[in-house]
């Protein structure tokens, strides 16, 4: 088992940038896949980034270009670096482990609000 807590979030004007972090309770080494998924208000949540335990990423297209995931396996942390944020990125970010494919764990959630 791990939890995940995220940190990180907050109010934001349009272009600009925050980092999340994802700090797990335990080595996430072995951990094969982590990633940061957002909700907003009245859509399903969806995936942001995802980073294997190789380090291969993966973006939703919405974010490319713009978006960083990043893993540090010494400090047990995944990183989501936002740059030119938009009103559109504001929502509720989470965390999640894929432990197995099919069993996930997620952490709390952080707001991100990005203002106009």
């Known amino acids: 088992q791990v939890q995940l807590v995220e940190s990180g979030g907050g109010l934001v004007q349009a272009g600009g940038s925050l980092t999340l972090s994802c700090a797990a309770s335990?080595?996430?080494?072995?951990?094969?896949?982590m990633g940061w998924y957002r909700q907003a208000p009245g859509k399903e949540r969806e995936l942001v980034a995802g980073?294997?335990?190789?380090?291969?990423?993966n973006y939703a297209d919405s974010v490319k270009g713009r978006f960083t995931i990043s893993r540090d396996n010494a400090k047990n942390t995944v990183y989501l670096q936002m740059n030119s944020l938009k009103p559109e990125d504001t929502a509720v970010y989470y965390c999640?482990?894929?432990?197995?494919?099919?069993?996930?764990?997620w952490g709390q959630g952080t707001q991100v609000t990005v203002s106009s």
């Open positions: 999640n482990a894929q432990l197995t494919p099919a069993y996930n764990v």
């Open positions: 335990r080595s996430i080494f072995s951990i094969n896949r």
């Open positions: 980073v294997s335990s190789g380090g291969s990423t």
